[in-house]
């Protein structure tokens, strides 16, 4: 290869990166790219121009993005729902029945209905009243309201739920954001080493594969960009999902990560009274107890009263010369099916209540599980991130700088500046995973506790 033209190609890298960045800067719906005298055309996935006035692309923060998601959910809502239709059943159970009024006619001759055909005929008019056993009523609308409180936990729990996904998904749209922005930012040293090679050549020590190599290192970068842009439109639509919004790929995160210390001693303390799924799982077993207690007061007989007014006339050969009567009753209900009915239903409550203190054991076990897996995750991820600034970063830095400048003078090969470039690049991504993961296993410890991480964040 001639040596003009290898100058052409060098000085075609440079170029080529320098009207990438600016192509990115300018335009987030395409970019122009040269190489090697051939030019390409690409339209990467990424957010639609602000101007246009169409969807928000203004970054939110992880404390809007949840209210947003506790507002837009619509298995939140069905949960509200669930609630308010619960709240009405107390008064409903806990209610009297309605009286029975009645009417009837007796003693009429079949061949002379009337009133005044025979002595005891008339129209009685009554009012029948059932009475439950004492505290029946009571007990049931405790059953219904501790019913009501188990609602109110579901809907906690989903909340809890539906906070801890959401900021699952930003922590993985952050990560892609700050993915995309250093692998952007590293085209600046390929810059540097095509400045490198053109300067070395201009004295006649570059070598022709050096040209070919950094070329090949630019393809690679804009590779990457490609799969990161996709990356990030696919992580902003689970975002949009998770929030409860339409997908369109347009959401973007402003929040950092959060390092905030952990005390696993006050955590393992709080655990079991703060985390929501223990405390559903204690009202559903109150709940049971409460429809247990119910079903013991059942078992005992209702009563029924009841009066009626008889209205009458005069007819020949009545003694009481049609007199008016009135009468009273009191019934009683047989329990004759106990042991079927009201006996069953007791036994079976009583299986369901052992079963909901069973479920609360195992899931004491399972929060306890997740809280001291999270905390091991985050001890870990906590050394290695201090590893990372202390010495990785800036051992991987100062390793790159220095190889570029030995490569200026001719003390190393372009091989060597140009490995020393992915294991920065490597270094600087691997960083940054670090820290969304460290952010996401903290909110997994919020979400155990019942906490809202967005309220943290903002503080």
């Not at 599980?369 to 970063?393: C, F, H, K, M, P």
Request: charged share 25%; net charge negative.
């Amino acid at each position: 290869m001639s040596r003009p033209l290898l100058v052409l190609i060098v000085c075609a890298v440079s170029a080529g990166a320098h009207a990438q960045q600016g192509a990115a800067q300018e335009t987030s719906t395409g970019a122009q790219e040269t190489s090697t005298g051939a030019q390409v055309q690409e339209t990467p996935p990424g957010p639609q121009d602000a101007s246009a006035g169409e969807p928000d692309t203004t970054p939110k923060t992880l404390q809007e993005l949840i209210a947003t998601a506790l507002r837009q959910r619509a298995n939140l809502h069905a949960r509200q729902a669930d609630i308010e239709a619960s709240e009405e059943v107390p008064s409903r159970v806990g209610s009297p029945p309605d009286p029975t009024l009645m009417t009837s006619a007796s003693n009429l001759r079949f061949n002379d209905p009337g009133l005044d055909a025979a002595a005891m005929s008339g129209i009685t008019v009554g009012l029948t009243q059932g009475i439950p056993f004492p505290g029946k009523l009571r007990l049931r609308a405790q059953a219904a309201r501790a019913t009501t409180a188990v609602l109110e936990r579901v809907l906690t729990s989903e909340q809890a739920r539906v906070a801890l996904s959401v900021e699952r998904a930003y922590w993985d749209l952050w990560l892609a954001q700050e993915s995309l922005t250093i692998i952007s930012e590293t085209e600046r040293v390929l810059d540097q080493l095509a400045n490198a090679v053109v300067a070395r050549f201009s004295v006649g020590e570059a070598a022709q594969q050096d040209a070919l190599q950094v070329q090949a290192a630019h393809s690679s970068i804009r590779s990457t960009l490609i799969e990161l842009r996709q990356r990030l439109l696919s992580a902003a639509r689970a975002t949009e999902r998770t929030v409860g919004l339409d997908p369109a790929g347009q959401v973007r995160s402003s929040s950092e990560p959060p390092l905030d210390a952990v005390d696993a001693t006050a955590l393992r303390e709080r655990l079991a009274r703060d985390n929501p799924e223990t405390r559903l799982q204690r009202a559903q077993v109150e709940a049971r107890r409460a429809q247990l207690t119910s079903a013991h007061r059942e078992q005992y007989p209702d009563f029924m009263i009841g009066a009626g007014y008889r209205f009458r006339r005069e007819v020949n050969g009545d003694p009481t010369q049609g007199a008016d009567m009135f009468s009273v009753s009191l019934g009683i209900t047989l329990p004759v099916f106990l042991s079927r009915n009201q006996a069953a239903r007791v036994r079976e409550l009583e299986s369901s209540v052992e079963a909901a203190r069973e479920d609360l054991d195992d899931t004491i076990l399972d929060v306890r599980t997740a809280l001291e897996r999270a905390l091991d995750a985050i001890g870990r991820v906590d050394a290695q991130l201090s590893l990372y600034r202390g010495e990785l970063l800036p051992e991987t830095d100062a390793a790159l700088g220095a190889s570029i400048e030995d490569y200026q003078f001719g003390r190393v090969t372009l091989n060597t500046v140009l490995e020393n470039w992915r294991v920065d690049l490597t270094t600087r991504l691997e960083f940054e995973r670090l820290r969304a993961l460290r952010a996401r296993q903290s909110a997994i410890l919020h979400a155990l506790l019942g906490e809202n991480t967005s309220e943290r964040q903002g503080q």
